[in-house]
């Protein structure tokens, strides 16, 4: 489980890629993102806030 409470900006949705640039997920205006349903591995995070967009690569093991 991830939470974005650190972000004091509006998140308006987050995209989730796998290392080879597929998008395998969107969701939209969520405070935690529930990775459970993933194979273990690297993701890409793409976070659209009201100020931009950031992005954050994790692991999930």
Do not use: C, P, W
Request: a positive charge.
């Amino acid at each position: 489980m991830i939470y974005f409470s650190d972000y004091e900006k509006d998140i308006h949705r987050v995209e989730i890629f796998n290392l080879f640039g597929q998008r395998i997920s969107v969701v939209r205006s969520a405070n935690t993102l529930d990775l459970q349903a993933f194979v273990s591995g690297f993701y890409l995070l793409k976070i659209h806030t009201s100020e931009g967009i950031v992005t954050k690569k994790i692991i999930k093991q």
